[in-house]
Every structure is written in structure tokens, then in C-alpha cells.
């Protein structure tokens, strides 16, 4: 099982490639929560996750032979940049097959570190089966995203960096997709400071690792859905489902508004820009889903800040709707004239902003003197929600809220 000693190697190969990236005290999340937040910002690591800390050390390891035939590895995301960065700095060479339908932004991205991109497979498991073809054809090395020991030493540097910029630390929060990630944290912490708790977050729609812990063996899940595309991931691996339940001390969940109303937090309080898995700990700890002190010393491992525009965008609606700050209502109005203008008397009493109107006189949902209105509209949040909606509907409409 993975050691120590792994890491401590790791980290001397991993060095002048990866970054060693800064912790921060967050005073906007201490006082939301009563704990002491630190967040360890791996969004800024090279590549924009850590992933280049566990490629590096794996192809680093690689007989002269190995790195004269190159590697090979299947990803849509972080892993592909990081595999890609990590074998051409040292100048070997690597093929990386994506899904067919990948996003441009991240082919693009993964073809920029110097990699050659192969499309293949409708999705991953598809592109993985033709990473192992290419492994058998042209004699590469499989770079595995995280059931692999060098790997997850590399991404264990992590704990190391937090317990030396942090030995004050009592509990590290870890996203979990394959479990790559916090196998290496865990085993960093609990054979250098056993005390400190390590906590693993999985998405709502992707929580193979709390059902595999229940159960006592490997659970794979038919099918998986969330916003964290990073930990979307079906099942741990062998190795990591081992070294989790040895070494990680609780696993929890939250659900993608959840995530969502982290992500935001963290763009408009802290401008930092993270992905979906990377707002993923620190969403464990604003919704308190573990128990902690008040005081404690909490580091949320914010690991990647890949994530693309539309994406975005869709997460910061969500994270408004939720935080009270978008509402989209629909109501009926007479069709006269005037009829508008005194609902939106009510609206300017409020201050309630409009992003857009629709007014559909031709809706078949209502009666033919009658009018639809759905408007868009910039709240300040759920009090100033419920006043209004409050004010609309004494006011006699009849008011649905469609987010
Ligand atoms: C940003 C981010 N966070 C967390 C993870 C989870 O890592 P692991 O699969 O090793 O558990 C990933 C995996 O791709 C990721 O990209």
C-alpha cells in the first residue's frame, strides 16, 4: 500500500514542475461558518489542477525504454492537460484520446501542452477502451488517472504542502472522484499528524465511495450526473477503495445547487474562479456536512479551475437562484392597456430589477382577453424574494416561480 516514503519521493521528482500553491486564510468563510477556513488554492497550479503533480511523478519513474516508447491515457479533462504538460517538458511523447464530442476549449488546451489528441468513443469508458488498444499497439505506457501508486503519491504532495504552510490543520477536505487524489492526502496526514481528520466530498449524482463504504466492497454506479464534471466518475479504484477505507475518516456528499452556491461564493467574495469540483469541499463545509468546532482549523483543498464559459455561466445562474439573487415568475394579466404598467408599479416599490420581459398574448395557457408575462428579474436575495412575491400575490396575482 502507498507509503510516506512515495510522497516524500514524489515530491523531490515533482519539484521544478509543479507549483507549490499558496494556502490562504478566507475571513469571509471563518465568519460564515465559526471555523477557522484555510483554502489551498490548487486552481493555480500549472495546467489549472493538480493533476501534473501525480503525471509527473509517474512518467518520471519510467524506464529509458518506457520513455523512448511514450504514454498513452484517456481523459476529457484535467488529467489530459496534466499527462500532456507533464511528458513534454521531459519530451516525451504522448498520445491522449479524448471522447469525440469533448469541449474544443479542452482539446485545444491538452493539444497547446504539446500532446497529440486522439477523438474516439462516444464517451469515456469508449475512449479508455482505445487508450488500451493504443497501449498494445505502439508499446506505451497506460498513465492511469488514479488507481496507480506513482500517481497518487504525486497528488499526495498536497499534504504535504498543507501541513507544512498549516501544522495547526485539524481537518483537510478532499473532493473524491476515482479517489486518486485523497488517497495520496490522506496517506501524507495520517502517517505525518494521525490527529488531523480527513474528509472526502463526492457529488449527490456521483457517490460511488459512500455507497462502496456502506456496502464494504467496490460499488460502480450505472450512470452518474452532476455539475462537478471532475469527480464524475463511476467507481473508485482497487487500490484507492483500499487506501480510503484505511485512512479517510468520513465521506459526505452534496448535492449541484449546493456546489453551485459555493462556486459563486467563491468568485464574488474571493475572485477566485474554481470548477465545479473544486467548490466541491468548501460547499461541505458552508452547508455543514460534517461535524466541527467552532474555531477548528479547516482546510477545504480547492484542486482545479477548468471549467468552461457555458458551464459557467449555467453554474452562476444557479448559484443566484439559490443564494435569492435570479427569479424568473410567470403571471396573467389583462390584455389592456395599463394592465402592465400597475404590476410594474409593484415592481419599482420593491426594486426589483428586470433582466427581460416576455409578454405573450398568443399563449394557449390562458384565456383569449387575458395576456402570460414571464419575467426575469435581479433580486437581493430570499427576504427580498418572499416580500415581494408576498406583495404580488395580495395585490391579486396569481403568481408562479419558475426559478
Ligand atoms: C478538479 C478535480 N478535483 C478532484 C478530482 C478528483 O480526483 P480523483 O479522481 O483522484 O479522486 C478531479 C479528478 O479529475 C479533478 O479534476
Excluded at 22 to 42: I, N, W
Excluded at 101 to 111: F, L, M, R
Excluded at 349 to 360: G, L, R
Amino acid at each position: 500500500m502507498l507509503e510516506l516514503s512515495d510522497i516524500l519521493d514524489a515530491r523531490e521528482r515533482v519539484r521544478e514542475t509543479a507549483r507549490h500553491t499558496p494556502l490562504e486564510y478566507s475571513h469571509t468563510y471563518s465568519k460564515l461558518t465559526g471555523a477557522d477556513v484555510r483554502l489551498k488554492l490548487e486552481n493555480f497550479q500549472r495546467t489549472g489542477a493538480f493533476k501534473i503533480r501525480g503525471a509527473t511523478n509517474r512518467i518520471a519513474t519510467l524506464s529509458d525504454a518506457e520513455k523512448d516508447a511514450g504514454v498513452v491515457t484517456a481523459s476529457a479533462g484535467n488529467h489530459a492537460q496534466g499527462v500532456a504538460l507533464a511528458a513534454t517538458r521531459v519530451g516525451v511523447d504522448a498520445k491522449i484520446v479524448m471522447p469525440k464530442h469533448a469541449p474544443n476549449s479542452k482539446v485545444e488546451a491538452t493539444q497547446s501542452y504539446g500532446a497529440e489528441v486522439v477523438l474516439d468513443g462516444a464517451d469515456y469508458d469508449e475512449a479508455a477502451d482505445r487508450a488500451h488498444e493504443i497501449e498494445r499497439e505502439d508499446n506505451r505506457t497506460y498513465v492511469h488517472a488514479f488507481d496507480d501508486e506513482y500517481v497518487m503519491a504525486g497528488q499526495g504532495t498536497i499534504g504535504l504542502e498543507i501541513l507544512e504552510d498549516c501544522p495547526e490543520v485539524e481537518t483537510v477536505v478532499v473532493p473524491i472522484g476515482g479517489g486518486g487524489l485523497i488517497s495520496g492526502i490522506a496517506t501524507a496526514i495520517k502517517e505525518l499528524q494521525p490527529d488531523v481528520r480527513v474528509i472526502g466530498v463526492q457529488a449527490e449524482g456521483a457517490s460511488s465511495a459512500a455507497a462502496s463504504l456502506d456496502k464494504g466492497e467496490r460499488v460502480s454506479l450505472g450512470g452518474v450526473e452532476t455539475i462537478a464534471d471532475g469527480i464524475a466518475t463511476r467507481s473508485l479504484g482497487e487500490r484507492t477503495f483500499e487506501i480510503i477505507r484505511e485512512r479517510v475518516d468520513e465521506v459526505v456528499t452534496v448535492s449541484d445547487p449546493e456546489i453551485a452556491v459555493a462556486l459563486v461564493y467563491l468568485l464574488e467574495r474571493s475572485k477566485t474562479l474554481v470548477e465545479g469540483a473544486g467548490a466541491v469541499p468548501l460547499a461541505a463545509v458552508l452547508f455543514e456536512k460534517f461535524d466541527f468546532e467552532a474555531d477548528e482549523t479547516i482546510v477545504p483543498a480547492l484542486c482545479g479551475g477548468n471549467i468552461d464559459l457555458n458551464t459557467l455561466t449555467n453554474v452562476i445562474v444557479r448559484g443566484l437562484v439559490e443564494t435569492g439573487r435570479y427569479l424568473k415568475i410567470r403571471t396573467v394579466l389583462k390584455d389592456q392597456p395599463g394592465a402592465l404598467e400597475d404590476l410594474l408599479e409593484i415592481f419599482t416599490v420593491h426594486q426589483a430589477n428586470i433582466y427581460a420581459i416576455h409578454h405573450d398574448r398568443t399563449s394557449r395557457e390562458v384565456e383569449m382577453s387575458d395576456t402570460e408575462v414571464e419575467i426575469e428579474l435581479e433580486m437581493r436575495g430570499p427576504e427580498h424574494v418572499d416580500t415581494f412575491l408576498a406583495d404580488l400575490r395580495s395585490a391579486g396575482y396569481e403568481v408562479d416561480v419558475l426559478v
